[in-house]
């Protein structure tokens, strides 16, 4: 349930809320690196009633269509609400009349089921809690549209619960049959389109960034591309190549293709974007080109490391070089929104893993990693899964799985595990077996960064263990 009270005197105004950030690692090196505050609608879990489902609630919502009441019915609507004026200093304000303004279903990002957002709507003049307070429009669409690494952040909540009813963004008539997509923050759509990726995930999210008729005062020579709309890692499967049709003939036909990286769940609709829109213009590091398949990329293209500049719309994004997860794996920055799109190197659910016969690399990764931490991106955009709402916290967690994981891999080879069968069946004794293939990858590299560390016992024979990785 997410509640949008709205000022009495200046209905321009809405409430927003200081979210909790997430727990702290106690490890100096890690609470260092803080995420900035996060202001966002109240919510809270809307729970099913446990007695007398669909009873109704006591607090009255008012609804247009009566068929939804059926729905709140089975919902606890009285206590979500309660919990909620309680968690922004209203206590007990029950004569705030409080309306239905939307039920929002999610994407289907995976691997979780997607849930329904509940937004309703009332009005008050109450004092608030310190942590809460009253915005406009315009300060939420400046906070977001002009953002700075560590000021505050507005959440996505606010997104689809307000702005998006106030305004007509230039991305709404993007493949509007297109039913799951999310628009967050505003200029920037996330499409999962089902793909041939590897599981638990299911879907690859198509980025799509378009700026409408607005020019800014950037002078397209200046960058090493610009176009009118820019799509990031086009690689839905062929059941989706009608849907990504739709997409590409819905763009202006100056359009900019950014792969992060070759894997074909990223690059299999490469053919379909170059047969819907001929003039398009693909970007690419150089390692991840030579892999696309021959074909599907034949029209211009344009090889970038890492630092380069492309304006879109006149809006600024700056190319990230971020190896690790492949050698020619690559980030990008929306420097307006200050949004990052992490590519594989980091994912919705679960941690990563390297590719290693595509030029995957620990000791890449880990600066990649930190690389990223000191941009200090107010939202994490990965191909795979939700947007991360705290990017530092998540992308320390990811240090430490993979030092927990390395410290794990030393323990086992100091107890005598000298193949890489040995050592997969040790660190991942507790993971479905299916998956080992998958880890070997990451443990093979994780070796290869001990060695660098001069970490590994002297009795550890390299040649004896690179020998195993056949059997395996």
């Known amino acids: 349930l997410t509640v949008i009270v709205r000022r009495t005197s200046n209905d321009s105004e809405f409430l927003i809320t200081k979210h909790k950030p997430p727990p702290k690692f106690n490890d100096s090196e890690y609470d260092s690196y803080q995420d ?5 609608l109240p919510s809270v879990e809307l729970s099913r009633r446990v007695n007398n489902p669909g009873s109704g609630s006591a607090v009255r919502v008012e609804v247009e269509d009566a068929s939804l009441l059926d729905f709140l019915s089975d919902f606890d609507v009285d206590s979500a609400i309660g919990e909620v004026l309680r968690l922004v200093g209203l206590g007990e304000a029950s004569d705030i009349k409080w309306s239905l303004s939307k039920i929002v279903l999610e994407p289907e990002f995976g691997p979780e089921i997607p849930f329904k957002t509940v937004f309703i709507a009332g009005a008050t003049e109450y004092p608030l809690a310190d942590h809460c307070k009253w915005v406009s429009y315009n300060d939420c669409q400046t906070l977001l549209q002009e953002a700075k690494p560590q000021n505050d952040r507005i959440g996505p909540l606010v997104v689809i619960g307000v702005l998006n009813d106030s305004n007509e963004t ?6 509007p049959n297109l039913r799951y997509q999310q628009e967050y923050p505003p200029g920037i759509k996330l499409i999962p389109m089902r793909s041939r990726t590897m599981k638990p995930f299911r879907t690859t999210n198509l980025v799509v960034f378009f700026n409408g008729n607005s020019h800014e005062n950037l ?3 200046e960058f090493v591309a610009s176009g009118d709309a820019l ?3 086009p690689g839905c ?5 009608r849907e990504l049709d739709h997409v590409i003939s819905s763009l202006p036909r100056k359009l900019v293709v950014f792969v992060t990286h070759h894997h074909h769940d990223h690059v299999d609709g490469l053919s379909i974007v170059q047969r819907c829109n001929p003039e398009a213009v693909l970007m690419a590091h150089e390692n991840t080109f030579r892999r696309i398949r021959e074909g599907d990329w034949t029209s211009k293209h344009i090889l970038v490391k890492g630092s380069e500049e492309i304006s879109i719309g006149g809006k600024l994004l700056k190319v990230i070089a971020a190896q690790g997860h492949t050698d020619g794996h690559l980030g990008l920055l929306h420097v307006a929104t200050n949004s990052l799109i992490a590519g594989d190197h980091c994912v919705g659910h679960g941690s990563a893993v390297l590719d290693i016969t595509g030029g995957g690399n620990m000791s890449d990764y880990f600066r990649t990693t930190y690389k990223f931490m000191e941009l200090s991106p107010h939202i994490l955009i990965p191909m795979h899964g939700r947007v991360n709402m705290w990017p530092k916290h998540m ?5 430490q799985n993979r030092r927990n994981r390395e410290s794990t891999i030393l323990k086992a080879i100091e107890s005598g595990a000298r193949t890489l069968f ?8 507790g993971i479905d077996r299916s998956l080992w293939i998958h880890a070997s990858s990451n443990v093979r590299l994780h070796v290869e960064h001990l060695a660098l560390q001069n970490k590994l016992p002297e009795d550890f024979s390299q040649d004896n263990f690179n020998a195993s990785i056949v059997e395996f």
């Open 170 to 175: 230039a991305l709404s008539g993007i493949a």
């Open 231 to 233: 799509i990031v890692d």
């Open 36 to 40: 900035s505050d996060l202001w966002d």
């Open 422 to 429: 040995d050592i997969v069946a040790y660190t991942y004794a």
């Open 219 to 221: 002078k397209a020579d």
């Open 395 to 399: 992308l320390c967690g990811y240090l």
């Open 237 to 241: 499967s062929s059941a989706m190549h």
